[in-house]
Every structure is written in C-alpha cells, then in structure tokens.
C-alpha cells in the first residue's frame, strides 16, 4: 500500500511516518530530510536548495521530482509512505504519474488535522537530534537531560522552525496544500484524522482506517 500522511507543519507527519516504516515495513520518503541533507552536501543542487528551505519555500518541481524518483529507484519496497508530499496539485499529478510509471499508484491520503496555532506551537518547541534526527517537543517529550538526545547527540533547532519561515510555510500549506486534501477528498481516497492527540491514539486510529 502506498500512502502520503499530510497536515500543516508539526502535525506528526514524520512521527507516525516513522512508526508505520517501522511496523509494516513501508519505505518512508521524507522529501523534507532528503532536501536537507543535500542542501548540506557538495551535490550540484545543494546552493539553490538550501536557499528555498531557509527562505521557508518550496523547491523546484524538477528538483523534486529527480529526488523522489531516485528514491524510489533506490529502495525499492512492498510499500512507500511519503511524507512532504505532495505539497500541491502539481506534486499530486506528477507524483500519481511517476507511482503509475513504476507500476505503483498512491492508495490513501492520511490527512493529519491539526489547528495552525496547535502548529506554530508545535514547531517552536521542536527540537531534532543532530546525529540521529530523533525529535523531541520541549513541551509534550522533553529530552532526558536538556539539549541533548537519548542517543547522547546535541539537539538544534531547525533553521526553518523560527517565526517568519513558519508563517511562510503555513501559508504556503493553506495555499497550495489544501486544495490536494479536496482533490484527495473528491477522489474518495482521503483519510481525515485529529492529529491534535496522542502519538499512540493517531497511530491506532491510522491502522483502524487503513486496515492494516
Ligand atoms: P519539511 O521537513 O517537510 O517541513 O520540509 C522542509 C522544507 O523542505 C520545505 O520548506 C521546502 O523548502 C522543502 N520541501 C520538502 N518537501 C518538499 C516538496 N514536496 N516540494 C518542495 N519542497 C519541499
């Protein structure tokens, strides 16, 4: 089964992304983490893609279809989960079309709903570890010991998680992402789900509704 898990930022996309690769095995593609750690290499792209993520905007549909392809190439798996995509319609047509090449199509969305007040809260007491990315809310999961990991690594605040990036990327969600959600909606396969809720109580009801 294929499946993309959207929501304004901060719904615990990555989270539940992360348990469903985990106990189902899916590939989870996470265009947010394989952006960054580009932008962070020597790759031909790794300029123009580091300034789009720090200006809070979205990468180029090119780009962004030659990372997902890759990715898929790659790892090719019984499943993948997508997380961060697709943002907009564009990214909705083209991914339903590349799934489509390689004899896959994209089953459900799993739209995880929360407030953008809930999300700006979210994302400024977001904290990533820098070795193995785990993320804590300095609020609802705080860090054993302050701003450092379980795994001993230093946490960061993402350069994207401060206000005037965040307020950019929520618009960009009301703007652009919403209309997939109704699109997903028309096509009978969208799952709606409160993500204002506990990890656990949001991961059970996904499996509830996908029938995992
Ligand atoms: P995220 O980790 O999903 O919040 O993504 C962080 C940043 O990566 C975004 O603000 C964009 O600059 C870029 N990005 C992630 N996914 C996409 C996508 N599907 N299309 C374009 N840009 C993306």
Do not use: W
């Not at 790794?46 to 549909?61: F, P, Q, R, T």
């Amino acid at each position: 089964m294929n499946i993309a898990l959207l929501g304004p930022q901060g719904c615990g996309k990555g989270t539940q992304a992360e348990k469903l690769e985990q106990e189902f095995g899916l590939v989870r593609v996470e265009t947010g983490r394989i952006l960054r750690q580009i932008g962070d290499s020597n790759q031909p792209n790794a300029e123009i893609i580091k300034k789009m993520m720090l200006e809070g905007k979205l990468v180029s549909d090119d780009i962004l279809a030659e990372v997902i392809k890759n990715k898929l190439e790659l790892q090719p798996g019984k499943g993948y989960v997508f997380d961060g995509t697709p943002r907009d319609l564009k990214q909705y047509e083209m991914l339903n079309r590349l799934l489509m090449s390689m004899g896959h199509k994209l089953d459900k969305i799993v739209f995880l709903n929360i407030s953008e007040e809930e999300s700006v809260v979210r994302l400024s007491n977001r904290r990533t570890c820098e070795s193995c990315n785990k993320i804590y809310n300095l609020l609802t999961d705080k860090p054993p010991v302050p701003d450092t990991c379980e795994c001993g690594g230093k946490l960061i605040q993402r350069d994207d998680d401060v206000p005037d990036a965040i307020r950019k990327r929520l618009e960009a969600y009301r703007d652009a992402t919403l209309p997939v959600i109704a699109q997903a909606r028309k096509e009978g396969i969208l799952v709606e789900i409160d993500g204002s809720r506990t990890i656990e109580e949001v991961h059970k009801e996904i499996i509830e509704k996908l029938k995992l």
